[in-house]
């Protein structure tokens, strides 16, 4: 299995608290992603990294923002979390963008209350 | 804009049945197309990935066939195990210079002992 560890693994916060959630990798790979994952709309890409420092939107990145100073780490932030922000959130890796597959953390569970 | 369609959503077969799974796409200009695996509570392992110039891939019991011309892609599994119970999920890259994975919603698949 690829070395990715999210941190926490499950989290209950209240509405319009900040939030943090780490994705740790061993693997040295440059790309890094975040999902979430709901029922109803399958997996959607929030941001991505493509390196120290270099991070860019996917398809729902409203109300969420990324930062990665360190290879081997990718912050999520959600910095005044909503209802609408409970879900299932995963982190990937891969080594390039097109050609190879990613692997995936074992995701943490966000309840927004 | 992609998008990627699974069906059925759910589907229960006795053990040892050989079972075909279908994942259907509206852009054909992929850059490649993935099969990964859920089980509950985890995250996504990769099981196959084809590049577009290919037209199948095999991994033991598995086989993932890719037509783009007509949008599709199927994943055969043979000999059906009550270990292959989970949810198969199918992921395409689109062609062209972003290429993230825009994924479908899954099938929940049971194998009956």
């Given at each position: 299995d690829a070395g990715i560890t999210q941190s926490p693994r499950h989290k209950v916060t209240e509405t319009g608290t900040p939030v943090t959630?780490?994705?740790?990798?061993?693997?040295?790979?440059?790309?890094?992603?975040?999902?979430?994952?709901?029922?109803?709309?399958?997996?959607?890409?929030?941001?991505?990294?493509?390196?120290?420092k270099d991070t860019d939107k996917g398809e729902v990145s409203d109300g969420y923002s990324v930062s990665r100073s360190k290879t081997e780490d990718f912050l999520?932030?959600?910095?005044?979390?909503?209802?609408?922000?409970?879900s299932v959130y995963?982190?990937?890796?891969?080594?390039s963008q097109l050609a190879e597959t990613q692997y995936f953390g074992p995701g943490t569970r966000l309840l927004v209350l | 804009k992609q998008e990627v369609t699974q069906i059925p959503a759910a589907l229960s077969v006795p053990e040892g049945e050989n079972l075909v799974l279908n994942c259907s796409f509206t852009d054909s200009a992929i850059y490649n197309l993935q099969w990964f695996r859920q089980d509950p509570g985890k995250g996504l392992t990769s099981l196959l990935l084809i590049q577009s110039s290919q037209r199948e891939q095999t991994s033991g019991r598995l086989n993932a066939s890719l037509d783009k011309?007509?949008?599709?892609?199927?994943?055969?599994?043979?000999?059906?195990?009550?270990?292959?119970?989970?949810?198969?999920?199918?992921?395409?890259?689109?062609?062209?210079?972003?290429?993230?994975?825009?994924?479908?919603?899954g099938t929940k698949l049971s194998v009956k002992p």
């Open positions: 959630l780490r994705c740790h990798q061993t693997e040295n790979h440059r790309y890094m992603y975040w999902y979430r994952q709901d029922p109803g709309h399958g997996l959607r890409l929030i941001h991505y990294s493509y390196g120290v999520l932030t959600l910095e005044s979390a909503t209802s609408s922000q409970t995963f982190c990937a890796i891969s080594e | 011309s007509s949008g599709r892609s199927t994943l055969y599994i043979a000999a059906s195990q009550p270990g292959d119970s989970a949810t198969y999920l199918c992921a395409v890259r689109p062609g062209g210079s972003q290429g993230n994975l825009i994924f479908g919603k």
